[in-house]
């Protein structure tokens, strides 16, 4: 093979790496952003914080749900994922994450955790997610959905106390990632306003019922 032919292969083998690095590496592929969502903020209640101390279990999801990708729903219910965004863990590790700190800004609870590694709970929260998605009708701007179903109940008693639900649904303002996590954002509060009123609630009328009873006496031996 002459030189010059050797030069023209070798210049036609860069000129075609050149181009297809630079159609991948110019990339049409969206930038991919990672979000956060927010727990509720502290407020001052005046009240004294209730003697309970509450496990939050890691959340148990829906098909398609267990992955850091943020779910959206076309028309059809067919599920689908954005292109330009993740969440920065996995959705269940997401509102663990928010309900937890949601509790313990309230104030309300001696303590809040999410693993039994430290100490025995008082209660164990289950939560249930059903949906945690963006929902799209004809076209525009979707509603994020979040339905949660929570179900309390002591630790060493192995049974469920109470079952509720806490069910948001928000519109985003426009069909923009930043507009879609800031809708996911209030919807997921929402909903973690209703879980908090009702566990708060419910632990301390419990803490109260307990209290109120008489103390349990063995009877004499014979």
Not at 100 to 122: H, T, W
Not at 134 to 148: N, Q, S
Not at 162 to 173: C, Q
């Amino acid at each position: 093979m002459s030189p010059t032919l050797k030069f023209t292969i070798a210049a036609a083998l860069a000129c075609l790496a050149a181009a297809c690095t630079g159609s991948l590496f110019k990339t049409q592929l969206p930038v991919t952003q990672t979000y956060q969502l927010g727990a509720l903020q502290p407020q001052a209640s005046g009240v004294a914080a209730l003697d309970v101390l509450l496990l939050v279990a890691r959340p148990i999801v829906a098909p398609g749900l267990d992955t850091d990708h943020i779910a959206l729903v076309h028309p059809g219910r067919r599920l689908d994922y954005y292109a330009g965004g993740t969440w920065g863990a996995p959705t269940p590790e997401v509102i663990q994450n928010v309900v937890v700190a949601s509790l313990q800004n309230s104030g309300r609870l001696r303590g809040v955790q999410r693993d039994l590694a430290n100490f025995r709970p008082d209660f164990v929260l289950q939560l249930d997610v059903r949906a945690f998605q963006a929902e799209y009708a004809d076209g525009g701007a979707p509603h994020v959905r979040v339905d949660l179903i929570a179900t309390i109940g002591r630790l060493n008693e192995r049974r469920s106390v109470l079952s509720f639900a806490a069910v948001s649904d928000e519109p985003a303002a426009a069909n923009t990632m930043t507009e879609v996590t800031a809708a996911f954002d209030r919807a997921l509060q929402a909903a973690t306003g209703t879980l908090l009123a009702q566990v708060i609630d419910y632990v301390g009328r419990e803490g109260s019922a307990r209290e109120a009873r008489p103390p349990e006496t063995t009877p004499p031996s014979q």
